[in-house]
């Protein structure tokens, strides 16, 4: 990135563009993560759905599954469809029939990741038959 395009990614930034501000967050990390960090929580405050998921992924492996849930919820209503595999495996615990529901119904509309999350609940449970299935969808 040379100086006048990293120049109108920051006038972006300053304007409050959470795309804007979730490029520039990758930008900088490699110079300055903390500052970094920053920007991806703004961003995903603001709805960056690709900032969301970062972030749920990063408080759901320190355990904050609060936290996770709601930016899992944020980039969900951005569209990624790999935060609303992570919230109904996140769900699993306390409602299961309605995370697999959730689950079976994001797989055969075609999110790979649903597929492949039946495809480890069943296998872990040893059901073959539906292990092989869910698989099989896959590709």
């Known amino acids: ?5 990293l120049a109108e990614l920051k006038a972006r930034v300053e304007a409050d563009d959470p795309l804007a501000m979730f490029v520039y967050a990758q930008a900088i990390r490699p ?3 903390h500052e970094a960090d920053k ?3 703004l961003a995903a405050q603001l709805g960056n759905p690709n900032a969301a998921e970062m972030l749920a ?3 759901s492996a320190l355990g904050d ?3 996770a849930k709601h930016f899992y919820k944020t980039g969900v209503k951005g569209g990624r469809a790999d935060c609303a595999v992570k919230l ?6 306390e409602d299961e029939i309605s995370a697999m529901r959730e689950l079976e119904e994001l797989a055969e509309s075609g999110v790979k990741s649903a597929c492949a999350a039946l495809a480890a609940y069943y296998k872990e449970r040893g059901n073959r038959k539906q292990y092989t299935y869910w698989q099989s969808l896959i590709k």
């Open 39 to 41: 920007y991806v929580l």
């Open 1 to 5: 990135m040379n100086e006048k395009e």
């Open 65 to 67: 599954r609060e936290r």
């Open 88 to 93: 109904a495996l996140m769900n699993l615990d």
């Open 57 to 59: 992924d990063k408080y």
């Open 31 to 33: 110079t300055d993560p």
